[in-house]
């Protein structure tokens, strides 16, 4: 039998991730672990498998219509994968990477950080065109090296605690194309990265038996729906008011969890 809230909470985090691409790991895993008493791994496990399904649903319905910007998906994967999967691998080996209190204070500096970049996203971007017009050439010869090395923090924060895809991709690709990522080409091109990245740090936390498949089964029943509905409402409704509504439950759900640990 599905189990109503976690179903509720797929719906939700779905809803927003097919809205603006952000809310896989920044709404998921501290929801499993402070209203749902998820250990913290298992959560992170989790919420990684329920990224990539939930997504795959989203991106498809994106790329459906031509959104998804697949060089600046493949300068991101350049970073983000590898590094993802030397993290696993040491986890995998039984690496100690912190302490329980440790990671789960990470989920909630993340998660905070999270939510100020989506709220200081319009001021990136003025930046960042800024710097793009004023600077072309330099710019430009600079922009596949920092979104390299911008994937590679990604990768190391998504396969310690499942955070970062989303939102964090979001504001970089905002200041790093400026010019080129229209709203709705933004959360298609963050999607498609997000998807094997998450993958990669999934599969690692599979093989070390991490993954609740039950409570995975209970949050796809609410997602796969919802993300599906968000991504074909996406067009239609102010992105700016979606990321202000989750900046302020991002910031809200991330110091509740560094209350919990301090």
Do not use: N
């Not at 672990?33 to 992170?44: L, N, R």
């Not at 989506?118 to 710097?131: D, N």
């Not at 074909?232 to 302020?248: E, K």
Request: hydrophobic share 55%.
């Amino acid at each position: 039998m599905i189990g109503l809230a976690h179903a509720g909470l797929g719906a939700l985090t779905g809803l927003a991730i097919g809205l603006t691409g952000v809310g896989g790991g920044a709404l998921m895993a501290p929801a499993l672990i402070f209203w749902f008493g998820v250990e913290p791994q298992s959560a992170i496990a989790t919420d990684l498998w329920f990224a990539v399904l939930t997504k795959l649903v989203a991106v498809k319905a994106h790329h459906g219509e031509g959104q998804v910007d697949w060089q600046v998906v493949r300068r991101l994967w350049w970073g983000s994968v590898p590094v993802a999967c030397l993290v696993v691998l040491l986890v995998g080996h039984g690496v100690t990477l912190g302490k329980p209190e440790d990671l789960i204070a990470s989920v909630g500096v993340l998660v905070i950080v999270t939510g100020l970049g989506l709220l200081m996203a319009p001021h990136l971007l003025k930046v960042g065109r800024m710097r793009r017009l004023g600077r072309p050439e330099r710019f430009k010869a600079v922009q596949p090296v920092l979104t390299v090395v911008g994937g590679a923090g990604l990768g190391f924060c998504v396969a310690l605690t499942s955070i970062g895809a989303g939102a964090l991709g979001s504001v970089l690709l905002m200041y790093l194309y400026p010019l080129r990522m229209t709203p709705h080409r933004l959360v298609a091109t963050d999607i498609a990265h997000a998807i094997p990245l998450a993958l990669v740090a999934g599969l690692g936390y599979l093989w070390a038996g991490k993954v609740d498949g039950s409570l995975l089964l209970d949050l796809l029943a609410g997602s796969l729906p919802a993300v599906l509905v968000g991504s074909l409402l996406s067009r239609s409704i102010p992105g700016r008011w979606m990321q202000i509504l989750l900046a302020t439950l991002l910031l809200v759900a991330g110091m509740k969890v560094l209350k919990g640990v301090v």
